[in-house]
């Protein structure tokens, strides 16, 4: 028999509403633990209870943190974290850059308030528990479960508002079909980083867009706030318009690392343009992120910059986990 231990944070699953003052986040994880199955036990508790949309860099190491509690607990076979689906993407992908463990992690929430006469939350947890004691998902990482699909974390998006399931991208890892799991793939596993120190949670590194006008300003005002690094969401295959590789140039002469990314939905970051595109970014000294989005991006950049990368080994070590 399995034990999965359930780690509660907020978000729309543990949500009610509130009248005229919208839905907040107040049920505890208690009562997400789905009906018990005769192969596997569930036990619950709370690491935060709120909104994803309101998480900073501390709260995401909390919950790092509690995940690695329960992973090492010998007792515990897989791990499932109900979160809030804003965010889910980034905290997600945190938790696999730092998973070393077999043990599947599965990250899964809701669409719908607790309270909703058609809440999705119930049926999302129990899959998700099913998924972290399946046997053939051990050694996946940490994976999104939602409606019936699991996804690898890497690549992953949240790319509808409303959608029963909100998230693609990434590797389709398993889908429910016949009610049972059907695996599909095994991600694809780097080595795991070091577990996060306190400087994590005062780590800044800021996005800026690309987009047709877009001032470079934006740009030097974060250096000017001292952002340790900035993710530049180019247009394309990773390209910006007047005055930003002068910007990047700037910001890297001084110390500030900038990773080149792209707005673009799906696809890589391939340096291709001159006058101010992709090819001069590159050359004033921003990192392309290949395939990682500027969000996964940055939080790649915050974890490597607060355990102490070295500026001049930064580009090598970012490059490894692409």
Same mark, same amino acid.
């Given at each position: 028999? %399995? #034990?999965?231990?359930?780690?509660?944070?907020?978000?729309?699953?543990? @949500?009610?509403?509130?009248?005229?003052?919208? *839905? &907040?986040?107040?049920d505890t994880s208690s009562a997400l633990?789905?009906?018990?199955?005769?192969? &596997?036990?569930?036990?619950?508790?709370?690491? +935060?209870?709120?909104?994803?949309?309101?998480?900073?860099?501390?709260?995401?190491?909390?919950?790092?943190?509690?995940?690695?509690?329960?992973?090492?607990?010998?007792?515990?076979?897989?791990?499932? &974290?109900? #979160?809030?689906?804003?965010?889910?993407?980034?905290?997600?992908?945190?938790?696999?850059?730092? #998973?070393?463990?077999?043990?599947?992690?599965?990250?899964?929430? =809701?669409?719908?308030? *607790?309270?909703?006469?058609?809440?999705?939350?119930?049926?999302?947890?129990?899959?998700?528990?099913? %998924? *972290? %004691?399946?046997?053939?998902?051990?050694?996946?990482?940490?994976?999104?479960?939602?409606?019936?699909?699991?996804?690898?974390?890497?690549?992953?998006?949240?790319?509808?508002?409303?959608?029963?399931?909100?998230?693609?991208?990434?590797?389709?890892? =398993?889908?429910?079909?016949?009610?049972r799991f059907v695996v599909t793939a095994?991600?694809?596993?780097?080595?795991?980083?070091?577990?996060?120190?306190?400087?994590?949670?005062?780590?800044?590194?800021?996005?800026?867009?690309?987009?047709?006008?877009?001032?470079?300003?934006? +740009?030097?005002?974060?250096?000017?706030?001292?952002?340790?690094?900035?993710?530049?969401?180019?247009?394309?295959?990773?390209?910006?318009?007047?005055?930003?590789?002068?910007?990047?140039?700037?910001?890297?002469?001084?110390?500030?690392?900038?990773? +080149?990314?792209?707005?673009?939905?799906?696809?890589?970051?391939?340096?291709?343009?001159?006058?101010?595109?992709?090819?001069?970014?590159?050359?004033?000294?921003?990192?392309?992120?290949?395939?990682?989005?500027?969000?996964?991006?940055?939080?790649?950049? %915050?974890?490597?910059? @607060?355990?102490?990368?070295?500026?001049?080994?930064?580009?090598?070590?970012?490059?490894?986990?692409?």
């Amino acid at each position: 028999m %399995a #034990h999965i231990q359930l780690l509660g944070t907020g978000g729309t699953i543990a @949500s009610r509403s509130h009248g005229s003052g919208g *839905a &907040v986040a107040t049920d505890t994880s208690s009562a997400l633990v789905p009906i018990p199955h005769r192969d &596997v036990t569930v036990s619950a508790r709370d690491v +935060l209870t709120t909104g994803s949309y309101r998480l900073d860099l501390a709260d995401l190491r909390r919950i790092a943190e509690a995940v690695g509690q329960a992973v090492s607990d010998p007792g515990t076979d897989g791990v499932v &974290v109900t #979160h809030g689906t804003d965010t889910l993407e980034e905290t997600t992908f945190l938790l696999d850059l730092l #998973h070393a463990s077999a043990k599947p992690v599965v990250v899964t929430g =809701a669409q719908r308030t *607790a309270d909703s006469p058609d809440a999705d939350g119930p049926r999302n947890v129990a899959e998700a528990v099913r %998924a *972290a %004691a399946d046997e053939h998902l051990r050694g996946a990482g940490a994976l999104i479960s939602f409606n019936g699909t699991v996804r690898s974390a890497r690549g992953a998006r949240k790319v509808h508002t409303t959608a029963d399931n909100p998230f693609g991208g990434g590797t389709e890892v =398993a889908h429910m079909a016949g009610g049972r799991f059907v695996v599909t793939a095994t991600p694809r596993r780097y080595p795991a980083l070091p577990p996060l120190p306190a400087a994590f949670d005062e780590t800044r590194v800021e996005i800026v867009t690309a987009y047709p006008g877009a001032t470079p300003a934006l +740009l030097d005002h974060a250096v000017r706030l001292g952002s340790h690094a900035v993710v530049l969401a180019g247009t394309g295959v990773g390209n910006a318009g007047p005055g930003f590789a002068e910007a990047v140039k700037h910001a890297t002469d001084g110390g500030c690392i900038v990773v +080149l990314s792209t707005r673009a939905p799906w696809g890589p970051v391939v340096p291709t343009y001159g006058n101010g595109g992709g090819i001069d970014l590159v050359a004033a000294g921003a990192i392309p992120s290949l395939d990682l989005n500027p969000f996964q991006a940055r939080i790649l950049a %915050a974890v490597l910059l @607060s355990q102490g990368t070295p500026r001049e080994e930064f580009a090598g070590v970012f490059d490894a986990y692409l």
